[in-house]
């Protein structure tokens, strides 16, 4: 005995109700361009209607802030700067680092009076240096060794 196939297939269920075509077990339409596009042409138009709500609080409480005055703190002290206590850090350190070296080249490679009374006087650095060349470092006399 050659066994045969069934023929029948059990109907399907689609849009138009129950059919007999096994090619259509599937959704009579995919998803619609249209809603999709639909869709997202909504959500953008709701998004720029909040942002230009957004934007009109913005500049309700910007000129609502700018126009309010602060109360004036009692212990306020005016226009007198108050510094801060000690110690004081620096604002800007590396422009007073270049000041402070800048004062010292000047006053390296200047002439000036160091103690007038003992006749102390401060030449340029360059002109010491030749100076100890000329006339040489003063050196104590050599002793005699111990016995």
């Known amino acids: ?13 689609g849009p138009a109700g129950p059919h007999d075509d096994p090619d259509l ?6 998803v619609s361009v249209a809603s999709v596009l639909g869709f997202g042409a909504g959500l953008i138009v709701v998004a720029a209607i909040v942002h ?4 009109l609080l913005f500049i309700y409480f910007s000129t609502r802030e700018a126009q309010r005055v602060a109360p004036q703190y009692p212990l306020a002290t005016g226009q ?22 800048a004062q010292e ?10 103690d007038k009374d003992a006749g102390v006087m401060r030449i340029p650095i360059d002109e010491a240096m030749k100076l100890i060349v000329r006339r040489g470092l003063p050196a104590r006399a050599p002793q005699e060794g111990k016995k």
């Not at 077990?25 to 995919?30: L, M, V």
């Open 1 to 13: 005995m050659v066994k045969t196939r069934s023929t029948h297939v059990p109907p399907s269920f």
């Open 105 to 114: 080249d000047a006053i390296l490679s200047s002439y000036g009076v160091v």
């Open 52 to 55: 230009f709500f957004v934007w």
């Open 25 to 30: 077990n599937r959704e009579a339409s995919d």
């Open 80 to 101: 007198i700067e108050r510094l801060p206590p000690e110690p004081r850090l620096q604002t800007n350190p590396r422009e007073e680092l270049r000041d402070l070296r």
